[in-house]
């Protein structure tokens, strides 16, 4: 009777862990914001998959992507969510974070020409100027109008956003030396 009953408790810690663990990588997989093709208007829209529920339904082997949000809700929320096959088949590719991390790789600063290494996200953000010479962050370009932006805009690093924006809104207290402002490359 103990054999059994020992059998059948690591029977059900592996059950257990085994869901965890896909619980787990379902997870990671697909948790953050994704830009994909729309397919009813072929047109960039941000979206998430409903990592929580997709997780749990991993942990019993029963996993359906569903999305949580889109760019084009509530007006399309009724829609069937066909985008989810190019997140299903490249979940890392549309991934936001990972495509803005590719396009400073092998670039440099617009302003200090120096080239960008691993970004530091957490608390030196690179940024973007544009052809008004006016530097944003990230967090102020809406997802579905990245690839527009990437393609108007140019990369700057964390220091020459902070210079140029202290430049910008306090120009009484900047004071130019000879040559140290505005090697800004030209914008195409
Ligand atoms: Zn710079």
């Not at 949580?68 to 549309?94: N, V, Y």
């Not at 910008?168 to 030209?186: C, K, N, Q, T």
Request: aromatic share 6%; proline share 6%; charged share 25%.
């Amino acid at each position: 009777m103990d054999f059994i009953l020992i059998i059948l408790v690591v029977a059900v810690s592996v059950l257990v862990i085994v869901g965890i663990r896909r619980a787990a990588q379902t997870y990671l997989e697909f948790r953050g914001e994704r830009l994909i093709e729309c397919p009813e208007n072929h047109k960039p829209a941000a979206v998430r998959v409903a990592v929580g529920k997709a997780a749990l339904e991993a942990a019993v082997g029963n996993e359906q992507l569903r999305l949580s949000a889109c760019s084009r809700w509530p007006e399309k929320q009724g829609c069937g969510q066909e985008c989810l096959s190019q997140i299903e088949d490249s979940p890392k590719a549309c991934l936001v974070s990972n495509i803005v991390d590719n396009w400073y790789q092998g670039k440099s600063c617009a302003y200090c020409h120096k080239p960008f290494g691993a970004i530091r996200w957490h608390d030196h953000p690179p940024a973007l100027v544009d052809r008004e010479r006016k530097t944003i962050q990230w967090n102020e370009v809406p997802v579905d109008k990245l690839q527009e932006v990437m393609s108007t805009h140019l990369p700057v690093c964390w220091n020459c956003h902070i210079a140029e924006s202290f430049r910008r809104e306090h120009p009484e207290l900047v004071v130019d030396r000879p040559a140290s402002h505005s090697r800004l490359s030209i914008l195409h």
